[in-house]
């Protein structure tokens, strides 16, 4: 079946613009998650949507990000006012929740690079 | 949630078994440990989890350790396509977000 999507796959920008990236989760997968890579280094978690649930933004790393999703259906990272800092891999995943059982589904990602 | 210490990187011979450890002293009673993997410009990939006991399936086996202090990733005849990232998470029961490490480097050679 169908994986997770992200899109696009590549971005380049220019300093100070908006930028905007696309995750299609597994049909049915109530949970998504966001997360960024920079070169060299682990993932950081940035926010999660599960269902109708206020979203945990803990990991926002300021106001220029943010990000939405309408039900359990596509999700949208926004990041305004670009800076060369944020070049990194932005990974989308998503899954299903249970107490014991939380195996998140990755996309191959999109690769952001500020200029 | 609890930290986890692995080594940097490691090296395995085609055909032999690789044993990934990683080190939880601060575990507690209700968090699972996790494993997923990274292939070079790819997401992380799932591998396996476990509460207490060992667990096994078609990719590797994990060796958890009484005390729940520490925890192995056994992959039984390592291949050059496992040649990855390998990263150890401690998640609580229903916990929403990984927290992932730097990881162990796992290069298999021929």
């Known amino acids: 079946g169908a994986g997770v999507s992200q899109s696009p796959s590549n971005k380049v920008t220019e300093k100070g613009k908006d930028v905007e990236l696309r995750c299609d989760p597994i049909s049915g997968h109530t949970a998504l998650y966001w997360y960024r890579q920079r070169l060299g280094q682990g993932l950081e978690f940035l926010i999660y949507?599960?269902?109708?649930?206020?979203?945990?933004k803990s990991g926002l790393p300021s106001d220029r990000f943010s990000a939405e999703r309408t039900g359990e259906s596509v999700s949208t990272l926004t990041i305004q006012r670009t800076q060369q800092e944020d070049s990194a891999v932005y990974l989308c995943?998503?899954?299903?929740?249970?107490?014991?059982?939380?195996?998140?589904?990755f996309g191959p990602g999109t690769r952001l690079t500020v200029l | 949630d609890a930290k986890t210490t692995q080594p940097t990187s490691m090296d395995c011979a085609e055909g032999r078994a690789a044993n990934l450890p990683c080190n939880h002293s601060t575990i507690s009673g209700n968090e699972y440990v996790y494993w997923y993997r990274q292939i070079h410009s790819q997401g992380p990939q799932y591998i396996i989890h476990?509460?207490?006991n060992n667990e096994t399936n078609e990719m590797a086996s994990l060796i958890i350790t009484e005390d729940r202090k520490s925890s192995t990733l056994i992959l039984p005849h390592a291949t050059l396509r496992d040649t990855a990232v390998y990263y150890c998470i401690v998640r609580p029961s229903g916990g929403n977000k990984l927290v992932f490490g730097a990881g162990t480097i796992l290069r298999v050679k021929s």
């Open positions: 476990g509460l207490k």
């Open positions: 995943a998503s899954s299903r929740i249970t107490l014991s059982y939380n195996e998140q589904f």
């Open positions: 949507f599960q269902g109708n649930s206020a979203p945990d």
